[in-house]
């Protein structure tokens, strides 16, 4: 009896283990505006809707140097165009971003008025949460009880 529960558990510790592998986080690299990249006619409120972003991701925003840049804003500023540099401006033209905290990140370009005419990003960062919840350390199955002698 006690053979054949620790083999049960030794097996369900084997299939979490695979589960939680193959559940680990992925750092996906996201490509703003994808092959338009960071531009001047883009519809970067439409691109945005179907993604995803998790925390360890990283945004990268590629545009001639020069041509743009990345200012990373609050909400208010984002709503107004307020290219205010002091939570960071990146001007690489092949500038990444990785994500290290959930919540909400916005970017504008600070060139002109470019970010008026809607060259603007916000983005909603998750946490990298597994599908479903792990128990940890796996609960044992009860043992069966010896059946009571007659
Ligand atoms: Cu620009």
Redesign the pocket.
Known sequence: MATKSMVSIIMLASVLSIIVVNAAPIANVITVGDEKG???GFDYQAWVQNKQFHVGDTLVFN?PKG???VIMVNGPEFQNCVKNPNLGILESGQDKIVLEAAGNMWFL????E??ENG?KLKITVTENALPFPIPFPPAPSPAPQAAPAA
């Open positions: 960071w531009a001047l545009y041509a743009h840049n370009c600070g060139v002109g470019h970010c060259q």
